[in-house]
């Protein structure tokens, strides 16, 4: 039998192994923390990688259309681009920290209790490596995989209107985070008009800068102002004009967005 005749159960045998193994080695990741925050973000890298990533790239390989269109996402990213993201990245970790911790206090006084999801607090250098790695850049690599490449980009091709949303709200709902559900909704809207405009790459870069944000914000853990604020959500909008500008408008009348 030729590799076309065997990439389709190949494929989705190895990424049902994958997730099973997965969810079954790592079953403390669902529930439980380790005592060392680091050792846990470091685990769930791990499992993120065999539950999301690895099976979604074996998903987007198991069918040749779907594999080429993916490729076709995998076009360099202009150095303007990365400074946009940059400067959303850093805009953004803060205005939307901001509308977490305002979601956050209003389900607390309909009586919700978040759980605690404190992030690492690096001290060395070797330690701020390995937790971009643990928390900016891994998680990001999978859930693009995952929510862009495979999710959106399968529902744009039959609603092409509602992908980007649906895909957006499968982003936010499966972090479990429900008192950050409106900052995580507008990360998966903004990732997905990302993807749409530049790629892969694009997407993953803007969150791999945006997850190392929240890592940087939550270690010098500074004091938000009004005037901070302020100037955050004035560098989201030059971002986003200097990232979109009309195209943005332009390509939703164009393909639906």
């Known amino acids: 039998m030729s590799w076309n005749e065997l990439r389709l159960p190949v494929c989705w045998a190895a990424t049902v192994t994958l ?6 080695r790592f079953p403390m990741l669902v529930s439980a923390r380790t005592d060392d925050v680091l050792i846990y973000y470091c685990l769930n890298a791990v499992q993120q990688a ?18 080429k269109t993916f490729r ?10 990365l400074g946009g993201f940059a400067l959303l990245a850093a805009g953004g970790a803060v205005t939307l920290a901001v509308i977490a911790s305002l979601w956050s206090s209003l389900l607390q006084a309909w ?18 490596l390995l937790c971009l790695a643990a928390v900016a850049l891994i998680p990001a690599a999978c859930e693009e995989l995952l929510f862009r490449a495979l999710l959106q980009g399968t529902l744009r091709r039959y609603l092409p209107r509602a992908g980007v949303w649906i ?18 909704l507008l990360i998966g809207l903004t990732l997905g008009h990302v993807f749409i405009r530049y790629g892969y790459g694009g997407s993953l870069a803007l969150h791999v800068l ?10 010098a853990q500074p004091a938000v102002t009004l005037a901070l604020l302020a100037a955050c959500c004035f560098l989201c909008f030059a971002a986003l004009r200097l990232l979109f500008g009309k195209e943005l408008k332009n390509e939703t009348d164009r393909s639906g967005l």
């Open 19 to 24: 997730i099973l193994w997965g969810l079954l």
């Open 50 to 67: 065999l539950v999301f990533g690895l099976p979604a790239l074996l998903v987007l390989l198991a069918r040749p259309g779907r594999w």
């Open 72 to 81: 076709s996402s995998l076009r360099p990213v202009p150095l303007r681009a």
């Open 111 to 128: 009586g919700y209790v978040p759980e605690a999801n404190p992030l690492p607090n690096p001290e060395t250098l070797g330690q701020w």
């Open 167 to 184: 895909a957006a709200v499968a982003f936010a709902a499966l972090h479990f985070r429900w008192e950050a559900f409106p900052a995580l």
């Open 210 to 219: 945006y997850n190392a944000a929240v890592l940087a914000l939550s270690a």
